[in-house]
């Protein structure tokens, strides 16, 4: 077999590329909270299992958003796993400028004082182990702490930019 670099294909070079060839890799939804001085929360759809012993996962973060600062120092972080059914909480969670912990949204103190939200599929508590420089965001990596995964429905996707259901 002969590698060729000549496959009619542009180089995967350009940051409009990543993002053109990411937006068809359907991803789950999730959204990450943490408690400063205020709640802040981001929805991310970079969310990973790393290990099952101990439990880690990871998710990146923007280093220019606005819960960078808190996440930063964070000892702990809230992991969302969100459902069909919240959409529009995906929503606000990804949109700038939002009121992301308004009247809107069902949540609460939770362990180790990281918001909770309600209705989510399953939530997790995580204490963070890593923060990893990578470009212009950060890898975090959390070890579970606790958590649930008690609630019902279908998972939220992540497709073309669009945030879906899964079909039968």
Excluded: K
């Excluded at 220019?64 to 606000?92: D, N, Y």
């Excluded at 949109?95 to 399953?122: I, M, N």
């Amino acid at each position: 077999m002969t590698a060729t670099h000549d496959l009619g294909t542009s180089p995967l070079t350009t940051s409009d590329l990543f993002r053109s060839v990411f937006r068809r890799h359907a991803s789950g939804v999730a959204v990450i909270t943490a408690q400063g001085t205020r709640p802040v929360g981001f929805t991310a759809t970079s969310l990973a299992s790393v290990a099952a012993e101990p439990p880690l996962l990871s998710f990146g973060v923007g280093t220019g958003s606005s819960s960078w600062p808190v996440l930063s120092e964070a000892e702990h972080v809230g992991v969302h796993i969100l459902g069909e059914h919240q959409r529009e909480l995906a929503a606000t969670f990804a949109r700038s400028g939002a009121d992301r912990f308004g009247p809107a949204t069902g949540w609460r103190s939770g362990p180790e004082g990281v918001p909770v939200l309600d209705g989510v599929l399953a939530w997790l508590v995580c204490r963070v182990v890593a923060r990893i420089p990578a470009g212009d965001h950060r890898v975090l990596i959390g070890e579970v702490t606790m958590g649930t995964a008690a609630g019902t429905g279908r998972p939220l996707l992540y497709h073309q930019g669009r945030f879906n259901a899964l079909r039968d």
